[in-house]
Nanobody
Framework: QVQLVESGGGLVQFGGSLRLSCTVS????????MAWFRQAPGKEREFVAA????????YYADSVKGRFTISRDNVQNTLYLQMNSLEPDDTAVYYC??????????????????????WGQGTQVTVSS
């Protein structure tokens, strides 16, 4: 059974930082592109960042570029999202996602939720102004 479990969310002030983690089990972690999405109240789920199988390639939404960093530990089967300079507009539930077996990033594909086969339950991030 595939499980993706996010952690690290919470309440932070404007300009603060958080580090999200996603621990994955039940699949060969290194064989999958991994990503973070987020969903704010009343809005659709949106792409945040993606990372290729060995972490050599990354891709970010324009809204987080330069502030967020996605990384992965293929020994610990864990995905990370370091979030700096947080803004109230970053408030959302953050989800990690795993693709089907795939190695290389194709930006037009990785930004779509349909590219991913597995999802975590989400972790809430709230940024106060």
């Amino acid at each position: 059974q595939v499980q993706l479990v996010e952690s690290g969310g919470g309440l932070v002030q404007f300009g603060g930082s958080l580090r999200l983690s996603c621990t994955v089990s039940g699949l060969t972690f290194i064989s999958h592109i991994m990503a973070w999405f987020r969903q704010a109240p009343g809005k659709e789920r949106e792409f945040v960042a993606a990372i290729s199988w060995i972490g050599r390639s990354t891709y970010y939404a324009d809204s987080v570029k330069g502030r967020f960093t996605i990384s992965r530990d293929n020994v610990q089967n864990t995905l990370y999202l370091q979030m700096n300079s947080l803004e109230p507009d970053d408030t959302a539930v953050y989800y990690c996602a795993a693709s089907g077996p795939s190695k290389d990033l194709q930006p037009t594909l990785v930004v779509t939720s349909g590219f991913y086969n597995y999802w975590g339950q989400g972790t809430q991030v709230t940024v106060s102004s």
